[in-house]
């Protein structure tokens, strides 16, 4: 092997290295990305989930209230259609 050509291995070699420093380089960046919006993801999700209980808990104080109300809604129409017909 000449020096020209062990100059060229070389030179390839560095280019390689070069290449394979920057593919990590934007490697590491979309990984921190990636990590970021699974960050904002789950702050999502627990905001949803949050919001969700919160539904539950008030439609079951709604239903507490409204099915009793409801109920001696059609008790009294009963008893007026009893009373009068």
């Known amino acids: 092997m000449n020096a020209d050509t062990g100059q060229e291995i070389l030179a ?3 280019e390689i290295r070069d290449g394979q420093q920057e593919l990590l380089a934007q490697l590491k960046a979309q990984r921190a990305l990636a990590e970021e ?4 993801s789950r702050a999502r999700i627990d905001e ?3 919001l969700q209980r919160e539904a539950l808990r008030r439609q ?6 409204a099915v009793p109300a409801i109920l ?7 008893y007026l259609v009893l009373r009068y017909f």
């Not at 919006?37 to 904002?40: S, T």
């Not at 079951?60 to 209230?65: E, H, L, M, S």
């Not at 001696?72 to 009963?78: F, L, S």
């Open 12 to 14: 390839t070699l560095r």
């Open 37 to 40: 919006q699974m960050a904002q």
């Open 48 to 50: 949803s989930v949050g």
């Open 60 to 65: 079951g104080t709604i239903t507490r209230i």
């Open 72 to 78: 001696a809604c059609i008790v009294a129409i009963a």
